[in-house]
Every structure is written in C-alpha cells, then in structure tokens.
C-alpha cells in the first residue's frame, strides 16, 4: 500500500516551453501532497505545499508564477513548470500524506527528471 | 526553524559489518523525526520514523533508531549491513500537530553508504 506515482518519470524540453508532472496517489486519498526539488548530490528541497482543493503554500523563494501547483482532487496533483530555462532542470519529486494519517507521514513518488535544454 | 545536520556525508563499510548514521536536529518546538532511504534515480522510502513513545524505533530492512531528546539525535543503526543497503540516507524532521511546520519536512545533507563485499 501507500504508492505514489509520478509521470512522466523524465522529460526532456526546450527552453520556453511548459511541462506538467503529475503525481497520484494509487490506493489511499492526500488531502495534502508536497512538491521537492532536489539538485544533483543535494538534499530535498520543499517547494510548496498543495492542499486539495485549495491554493498552494509557496515556500520562500519559490516563484508561484512559475511553478504552477493544482490539486483538484484527492489522488492527484500536477506541477506545471511554465517558461522552463536550464536552470530549471532539476529532479522534482512529490509526496502524498494520507488523510487523517498519524504524523502526516509522507509517501514519496519516483520522481521526474526534468531537463531544459 | 528547523535544521538537520547529517554529520557524514560519505560512509564506507564492509559488507555483514555494523553501521551507524548520524543525525542532528535543530528545533525550537516538539519534532517527529524520520529516515528515508534514496536509491540512485528514485523517490524516498520511508525507513522508520519517531512521533511519541518509545524512543527506540524499528523500520524495514532491520533498521533501527534511537531518539534522543537531551543530545538532539536521531541515529540510525544497522547490526550487519548487505550490499543491497548501499544507497543514500536522510533524516528529517517536521513539527508536530498544531505547529506551522506540521507536515513539512526538513531534511539533512544526505548520507551515501557505500557497502563493500
């Protein structure tokens, strides 16, 4: 149990373009799912915090024009990185917390590794 | 605010050998603490995590932590190691219930355990 997907699991576009990740939760709700970015030999960096059916909570730093965050249901939200530049290549991964779960436990996705060129 | 500090970036072992990793919080309010575990181009598995009780946790793959509240720690141990155990290992921690911070995890730096045959 508590599997989260992601998809694609690694894009590759062009500099101006937009992408959508998607990250689902396959047998259990998420009122709340969490977006990280983490560059090569880094850590986890959290990006925002998306609440179903609600707007995401932007962490500092983090341009909410650029990385667009919906969550319109509870197995399912997308991060649209809009107007990607190299700089925005990175492996963005997402976790899903089971509602009501003890903890807000955290299952985490394979994630996507994205690449601007 | 909260802090991590993953005090090894790099541990070398020999396979069937113990292993210890270190992990050090800072937090100005009550933590729930966790281990996740990275393999190359994956998402994070939960190995164990500590919210109340009993300060000696067990996860999967025969791991074991031990909080410790007076010295801020959170390390995690390993009787005998095998080579599938060579991946990269990272603490966090997230406030508890009822505090801003519930739910969004902090992690450390990241530690690479490398087991040798």
């Known amino acids: 149990g508590a599997v989260v997907s992601q998809h694609p699991s690694w894009v590759i576009c062009k500099s101006g373009t937009s992408v959508k990740i998607e990250c689902r939760s396959l047998?259990?709700?998420?009122?709340?799912m969490f977006w990280y970015r983490q560059f090569p030999k880094q850590s986890l960096m959290l990006m925002a915090t998306?609440?179903?059916?609600?707007?995401?909570?932007?962490e500092q730093g983090v341009e909410k024009d650029k990385f667009l965050i919906n969550h319109a249901s509870l197995t399912l939200s997308t991060l649209t990185v809009t107007s990607a530049h190299p700089e925005d290549s990175s492996f963005y991964i997402c976790?899903?917390?089971?509602?009501?779960?003890?903890?807000?436990?955290?299952?985490f996705g394979p994630g996507t590794r994205l690449t601007v060129l | 605010a909260q802090s991590v500090t993953q005090l090894d970036s790099q541990v070398p072992v020999f396979e069937e050998a113990p292993v210890e990793l270190r992990c050090n919080y800072s937090s100005s309010v009550s933590v729930y603490l966790f281990w996740y575990v990275q393999y190359p181009n994956q998402g994070l598995q939960l190995l164990l995590k500590y919210l109340s009780g009993s300060t000696l946790v067990k996860g999967i793959n025969g791991f074991e932590a031990e909080f410790n509240k007076s010295q801020t720690s959170f390390h995690l141990r390993k009787p005998s190691v095998h080579i599938s155990d060579t991946a990269e290992y990272f603490c966090a921690v997230s406030g508890t219930a009822g505090g801003t911070s519930y739910g969004k995890l902090t992690f450390g730096q990241g530690t690479i355990l490398t087991v040798h045959p």
């Open positions: 998306s609440n179903e059916g609600s707007k995401a909570t932007y």
């Open positions: 976790s899903a917390s089971p509602s009501g779960s003890r903890g807000n436990t955290q299952y």
């Open positions: 047998d259990f709700q998420a009122t709340t």
